[in-house]
Nanobody, 114 residues
Framework: QVQLVESGGGLVQAGGSLRLSCTAS????????MDWYRQAPVKQRELVAT???????NYADPVKGRFTISRENAKNTVFLQMNSLKPEDTGVYYC????????WGRGTQVTVSS
């Protein structure tokens, strides 16, 4: 069983930056694709970014050019660097991976004020 724990959320003004972290409870991130999802109030959870085992990355159109997903295997951690934040980026951000089962963190709140 793997636990994923997110951190780094907070309140930021539009145009600002935040860096989210997702740390796994054991060696995991270097062997599996990792994702960041987000869920805004009254909206469905949506995929934001993915980093594959080979470190290829993919981003949702709304965040391309502003967000960067990366990982540090030695720390068993995946990051999401978020720049030029907009109010519509507000939501709970979740770390996710799939390896036989879906693994989700509990989420970290990001609030972007206008």
């Amino acid at each position: 069983q793997v636990q994923l724990v997110e951190s780094g959320g907070g309140l930021v003004q539009a145009g600002g930056s935040l860096r989210l972290s997702c740390t796994a409870s054991r060696i995991f991130v270097d062997f599996n694709a990792m994702d960041w999802y987000r869920q805004a109030p009254v909206k469905q959870r949506e995929l934001v970014a993915t980093i594959t085992r080979s470190s290829s990355t993919n981003y949702a159109d709304p965040v391309k050019g502003r967000f960067t997903i990366s990982r540090e295997n030695a720390k068993n951690t995946v990051f999401l660097q978020m720049n030029s934040l907009k109010p519509e980026d507000t939501g709970v951000y979740y770390c996710h991976s799939f390896k036989g089962s879906h693994y989700w963190g509990r989420g970290t709140q990001v609030t972007v004020s206008s």
